[in-house]
């Protein structure tokens, strides 16, 4: 329950709340010369805007094996640079929220198995599924995060 007290304590001021994909991830979009066509907005939703940079980078990494820690950090602060370097071209995100983006990544991983759990016939799945949920689980239950990033 401390994601839900800690969402519920933060600010939905119009420059840190509103309208978000809650779905960015590389299947959902497209490049055409020199524009990203976005597509897939059937789980838009009001949530922090951090939220949905903390999705981006979440679904960026999700296919670098979890055991290629040094990997996974170093391409998701590569991918969040050059992220917010066109985000700050279109938003104007305080950067002290960034400080949040962990909490994020961990609540989407929360979202995630719980999606998955529900929604996916575990039983029809290969024992790879059914292994990268245990493992969702197990790091939820030991409080042990998605990613740690060493953000500054």
Same mark, same amino acid.
């Given at each position: 329950?401390? *994601?839900?007290?800690?969402? @519920?304590?933060? /600010?939905?001021?119009? %420059?840190?709340? &509103?309208?978000?994909?809650?779905?960015?991830? @590389?299947?959902?979009?497209?490049?055409? &010369?020199?524009?990203?066509?976005?597509? %897939?907005? &059937? %789980?838009?939703?009001?949530?922090?805007?951090?939220?949905?940079?903390?999705?981006?980078?979440?679904?960026?990494?999700?296919?670098? /094996?979890? !055991?290629?820690?040094?990997?996974?950090?170093? *391409?998701?602060?590569?991918?969040?640079?050059?992220?917010? !370097? &066109?985000?700050? @071209?279109?938003?104007?995100?305080?950067?002290?929220?960034?400080?949040?983006?962990?909490?994020?990544?961990?609540?989407? @991983?929360?979202?995630?198995?719980?999606?998955?759990?529900? *929604?996916?016939?575990?039983?029809?799945?290969?024992?790879?599924?059914? !292994?990268?949920?245990?493992?969702?689980?197990?790091?939820?239950?030991?409080?042990? /995060?998605?990613?740690?990033?060493?953000?500054?």
């Amino acid at each position: 329950m401390s *994601f839900i007290n800690e969402l @519920q304590q933060l /600010p939905k001021d119009k %420059d840190l709340y &509103g309208l978000i994909h809650n779905d960015l991830h @590389q299947k959902n979009f497209y490049i055409n &010369g020199d524009k990203i066509i976005l597509f %897939d907005f &059937g %789980d838009c939703e009001h949530n922090w805007f951090v939220y949905d940079i903390a999705i981006s980078v979440y679904h960026a990494i999700q296919l670098i /094996p979890e !055991t290629e820690k040094e990997r996974r950090e170093k *391409f998701a602060l590569n991918f969040l640079d050059a992220f917010l !370097t &066109g985000y700050n @071209q279109e938003n104007n995100l305080d950067k002290s929220w960034l400080s949040r983006l962990q909490f994020f990544l961990n609540y989407r @991983q929360v979202y995630s198995f719980v999606y998955l759990s529900k *929604f996916l016939n575990i039983e029809e799945y290969n024992l790879n599924v059914k !292994t990268v949920l245990a493992r969702m689980r197990g790091r939820i239950e030991n409080d042990i /995060p998605y990613i740690e990033l060493n953000i500054s």
